[in-house]
Nanobody, 127 residues
Framework: QVQLVESGGGLVQAGGSLRLSCAASGRTFSANSMGWFRQVPGKEREFVAT????????YYTDSVKGRFTISRDNAKNTVYLQMNSLKPEDTAVYYC????????????????????WGQGTQVTVSS
């Protein structure tokens, strides 16, 4: 089992920044990739970014490229999502997730490939 706890959400004005953290505990060595997803009411949860825990390779959805940065601190079992130049459309509940299998550039965007999920943290960007 892997437990994930997100923190760092909040209210920020457009153009501002937030850093989300995801602390993992339990069988953390089984997590091959860590990802961030987000969801707004009435819409499907969508992929934001993912990072391979072994190589540090990162992938982003197009809408956040150049603004968001995913990183990890393996010693602390923590994954971060630095969000800059935030826009009102970034408003959502952000979820951290862990995958135990190797993901391709296609499967990394699929919710079903991530076995463990955090409880989510709200990010609200005001205009």
């Amino acid at each position: 089992q892997v437990q994930l706890v997100e923190s760092g959400g909040g209210l920020v004005q457009a153009g501002g920044s937030l850093r989300l953290s995801c602390a993992a505990s339990g069988r953390t060595f089984s997590a091959n990739s860590m990802g961030w997803f987000r969801q707004v009411p009435g819409k499907e949860r969508e992929f934001v970014a993912t990072i391979r825990t072994d190589t540090g390779t990162t992938y982003y959805t197009d809408s956040v490229k150049g603004r968001f940065t995913i990183s990890r601190d393996n010693a602390k079992n923590t994954v971060y999502l630095q969000m800059n130049s935030l826009k009102p459309e970034d408003t959502a509940v952000y979820y951290c997730a862990a995958a135990t299998s190797v993901l391709s550039t296609v499967t990394m965007r699929m919710l079903t490939r991530y076995y463990y999920w955090g409880q989510g943290t709200q990010v609200t960007v005001s205009s």
